[in-house]
């Protein structure tokens, strides 16, 4: 009973704080403490030594600038189109035969009423010479007629006369006031009858001096569709037989505009355009004319826009194909960037050394119509501006206001250096 009673008090005082068993555990305590404070501290040290290594190992930037400049800014509607006189005569046939004889061919320098071919005249001069046997055959019947009316009035007036001496019955008398008054409408008849073979000598003259193909102005023969002994035939329609230009020394371009950008030409606008023949010569002209006339074609709808242009050495040619500028709008000696700085989208980086540097570009950004960020370069630090935006083209935009100069390098794109070498503008 006794020793139960011990070993139970034994245990209890085992427990107790300050006893051996609670020396033994507080060291170890302790110690686990330390381990997992140490083992944090590496761990923390690790991954700031990470980060660092990782910040020192990161390459720098290299930016590709353009400078901004101080220009001209073109807005321009593009086309194809065909060089053509300005004025092209069409000379055809008005009666059908058989070509005689040409007198003019490709490049003839040709005056007003030249003949340039003949149609063999012999039909057409028989034609007339039938017409006229047929007028004298009437002129010879008038003056028989005339005979026949100053016998019938002598007769007329003998008879009358002797019917009021009663030598003759009023029957007579009436016969020949009759044969008087029916050779008085045979005079107009006949008279009525000259006037038309009249016309039909005329009418054949006028055929017989269509088998003159002449030239109705002064200019130049770009065409010729004929030839000799060849038969022309004028009964459905004209046939074309020479195509005159009245002046090659002023041509025009007859330009295909699509209908979305035929609004914004009107007439004198500028216009430049090039030819095959001589790629490296701008021929400049004026445009005259838009036409209102669609063209359809394909359900492709286009307006034809007349460009003028002088040639006075001949270099242009009827029918070669013009590749065509029109310009629409033009500012000249403006402040200009190229349009791909207003391109570029700056990586995160940029931006914080751009916050770095100092540039806030949402903060009072300038007052006008399109507004845009421009990143420039200025000692060797990326900043942001905001600008203000005008006319632009294929190739620079024009800067209506913003705290940018002629001579800053716009940043247009960025890219990793290799190797330890600071960021350095390059140059395109």
């Known amino acids: 009973m006794n020793k139960q009673i011990g070993t139970e008090t034994g245990l209890r005082a085992a427990d107790l704080p300050g006893s051996h068993g609670d020396r033994e555990a507080g ?30 190992a990161a390459p720098p930037i290299r930016y590709t600038t353009v400078a901004i400049t101080r220009g001209d800014v073109a807005r321009s509607v593009t086309a194809t189109g065909t060089v053509n006189p300005e004025l092209t005569v069409i000379v055809g046939s008005y009666v059908s035969g058989v070509i005689q004889q040409l007198y003019c061919d490709y490049n003839t320098q040709v005056k007003v009423g030249q003949i340039c071919a003949k149609i ?16 004298d055959v009437a002129k010879a019947q008038l003056e028989k007629d005339r005979a026949n009316l100053t016998y019938t009035k002598l007769s007329f007036d003998r008879t009358l006369t002797l019917a009021h001496r009663d030598y003759s019955s009023q029957e007579a008398a009436d016969n020949a006031r009759n044969a008087y008054d029916q050779a008085q409408a045979q005079m107009g008849l006949d008279q ?14 006028v055929n017989l001096g269509y088998t003159d193909i002449v030239s109705p102005v002064e200019g130049t023969v770009v065409s010729r569709n004929v030839t000799q002994g060849q038969t022309v035939a004028a009964s459905f329609q004209t046939p074309t037989l020479f195509l005159i230009a009245t002046d090659l020394t002023r041509m025009q371009v007859d330009t295909n505009v699509s209908e979305s950008d035929i609004g914004g030409i009107k007439d004198g606008d500028a216009a430049t ?55 629409t709008a033009l500012k000249k000696d403006v402040l200009r960037v190229p349009n791909q700085a207003l391109r570029y989208v700056p990586s995160e980086t940029t931006k914080v050394a751009g916050l770095a540097a100092g540039s806030a570009p949402n903060a009072s950004p300038p007052t006008g119509g399109g507004q845009a960020i421009l990143w420039v370069l200025r000692d060797g630090q990326p900043v942001a501006l905001s600008i203000v935006t005008g006319l632009d083209d294929d190739s620079y935009t024009e800067i209506v206001q ?27």
């Open 192 to 205: 009525a009858m000259i006037e038309q073979r009249q016309a039909e000598l005329a009418a054949a003259l």
């Open 27 to 56: 060291p170890r305590r302790h110690r686990s403490r330390r381990l997992w404070i140490a083992g944090m501290a590496l761990v923390l040290l690790a991954a700031g030594a990470a980060t660092w290594w990782n910040m020192r």
């Open 120 to 135: 063999d005249p012999r039909p057409y001069q028989m034609v007339v010479n039938q017409a006229q046997a047929v007028l």
């Open 402 to 428: 913003g705290a940018v100069e002629p001579g800053d390098r716009a940043i247009i794109a960025e890219e990793r250096e290799a190797g330890g070498n600071p960021a350095t503008p390059s140059q395109p």
């Open 273 to 327: 355009f090039t030819v095959d023949a001589f790629p490296d010569r701008i021929f400049e002209g004026s445009v005259t004319q838009v036409r209102q006339s669609p063209q359809t074609v394909q359900n492709v709808v286009t307006f034809d826009a007349v460009v003028s242009v002088g040639n006075q050495d001949l270099a242009l040619k009827p029918g070669m194909t013009a590749s065509t500028k029109i310009i």
